[in-house]
């Protein structure tokens, strides 16, 4: 089992940053495929980014690419979401996943991780 705790988050004015963090309990995630989802009121989970264990990153191309960076710290068990210049459209719930192992073509499908962090609300204000 794996254990996933958030911490970063909180409440910025447009064009600011945050930094979430994500760790890992339970064992090591460094051989995993880790990612970040948020869920907006009233809309349905959505990918972010994950990052594999050769470091290679990949984005909702859409919404956040060049905005945020994934990362991650095998030596702490920990994956990091680096959000710069927010919109208030990023406001949501923030959730790290961890799947049980690597991830080739499905990494932005939640239904391909199975541990899963507490969320945490990033809220983003015009």
């Known amino acids: 089992q794996v254990q996933l705790v958030q911490s970063g988050g909180g409440s910025v004015q447009t064009g600011g940053s945050l930094r979430l963090s994500c760790a890992a309990s339970?064992?090591?995630?460094?051989?995993?495929?880790m990612a970040w989802f948020r869920q907006a009121p009233g809309k349905e989970r959505e990918f972010v980014a994950a990052i594999r264990r050769d470091d290679t990153k990949k984005y909702n191309e859409e919404s956040v690419k060049g905005r945020f960076t994934i990362s991650r710290d095998n030596a702490k068990n920990t994956v990091y979401l680096e959000m710069n210049f927010l919109r208030p459209d990023d406001t949501a719930d923030y959730y790290c996943?961890?799947?049980?192992?690597?991830?080739?073509?499905?990494?932005?499908?939640?239904?391909?991780?199975?541990?899963w962090g507490q969320g945490t609300q990033v809220t983003v204000s015009s």
């Open positions: 339970g064992r090591s995630v460094s051989r995993s495929t």
């Open positions: 996943a961890a799947a049980t192992n690597e991830i080739l073509s499905t990494f932005a499908r939640a239904t391909a991780y199975r541990f």
